[in-house]
């Protein structure tokens, strides 16, 4: 019996000092901000080191456009850009046009939740390596070159659309 003591007595022992330890857990890692910006009012991008770009519209609508010649802020970087995700987004009527334009290994794009996007902008997707999205029920109109030069193979247009623009899909 003294020994199932001492034996016990150690094996307390033993645990009260790992519980005075500090604990270690393992996690994986956030992936690390490695360009980010901002454009109109209160709208920022950052693009991480896992490829994604994530779009923070703050809440607010867009109001804005990139053409051709000045190209969205994130085209600078458009070899680190695989996904792109639209955060706090979901008062944007519009993808701008040439929003992604160019982005060729872009191959995933996750709408805003519960989006009232109805359009999507002229070159919005043209050149990206997009094999599948899913659009969002509220859309209506999909403008021209829209998703030109793209890998889609996968996409259903929503019934709510009414209007397809010239080489939309070219």
């Given at each position: 019996?003294?020994?199932?003591?001492?034996?016990?007595?150690?094996?307390?022992?033993?645990?009260?000092?790992?519980?005075?330890?500090?604990?270690?857990?393992?996690?994986?890692?956030?992936?690390?901000?490695?360009?980010?910006?901002?454009?109109?009012?209160?709208?920022?991008?950052?693009?991480?080191?896992?490829?994604?770009?994530?779009?923070?519209?703050?809440g607010g609508t867009v109001a804005?456009?990139?053409?051709?010649?000045?190209?969205?802020?994130w085209n600078e970087y458009k070899?680190?850009?695989?996904?792109?995700?639209?955060?706090?987004?979901?008062?944007?009527?519009?993808?701008?046009?040439?929003?992604?334009?160019?982005?060729?290994?872009?191959?995933?794009?996750?709408?805003?939740?519960?989006?009232?996007?109805?359009?999507?902008?002229?070159?919005?997707?043209?050149?990206?390596?997009?094999?599948?999205?899913?659009?969002?029920?509220?859309?209506?109109?999909?403008?021209?070159?829209?998703?030109?030069?793209?890998?889609?193979?996968?996409?259903?247009?929503?019934?709510?659309?009414?209007?397809?623009?010239?080489?939309?899909?070219?």
């Open positions: 019996q003294m020994k199932t003591k001492r034996i016990l007595a150690m094996v307390l022992s033993i645990a009260m000092i790992f519980s005075m330890l500090p604990s270690f857990t393992l996690s994986a890692s956030a992936a690390e901000t490695l360009y980010s910006g901002s454009f109109s009012s209160g709208k920022t991008w950052t693009i991480d080191s896992d490829g994604v770009l994530t779009i923070d519209g703050n804005y456009s990139w053409d051709s010649t000045t190209a969205s802020p070899d680190s850009i695989t996904k792109a995700v639209f955060k706090n987004c979901e008062n944007w009527a519009y993808i701008p046009d040439n929003t992604f334009r160019g982005l060729n290994k872009l191959q995933e794009v996750v709408m805003p939740e519960n989006s009232k996007i109805t359009t999507i902008g002229e070159y919005a997707f043209t050149g990206t390596a997009i094999e599948a999205i899913d659009l969002p029920d509220s859309l209506q109109t999909i403008k021209k070159y829209a998703f030109a030069s793209c890998n889609i193979r996968c996409m259903s247009i929503p019934a709510s659309v009414t209007t397809i623009g010239d080489n939309a899909f070219y």
